[in-house]
């Protein structure tokens, strides 16, 4: 059985983060700009990039909705 390069499976990651973000967006009103910025420096990214909990196997959509999740905790505690 062959593996899948590891180039390949970064490329992937980061489509799937393309998606989220634009979930994240729309969801919240931010512009893609800002709705990027927000995932990069949150904890849900941070899970999905070190692999806890397979977070990265999750749907694009539920993530979108923790990072809202996680959003919406900040704005509130603002």
């Not at 994240?24 to 709705?35: I, Y």
Request: aromatic content about 10%.
């Amino acid at each position: 059985m062959s593996e899948i390069p590891v180039e390949a499976n970064k490329t992937i990651l980061q489509m799937k983060y393309a998606r989220i973000v634009a979930i994240f967006a729309k969801e919240s009103g931010l512009s893609l700009e800002d709705a990027l910025a927000f995932f990069y420096d949150s904890d849900t990214y941070n899970l999905i990039s070190e692999g806890v909990a397979d977070m990265h196997c999750r749907s694009d959509e539920y993530l979108a909705d923790e990072l809202m999740l996680e959003y919406k905790e900040q704005v509130c505690s603002q």
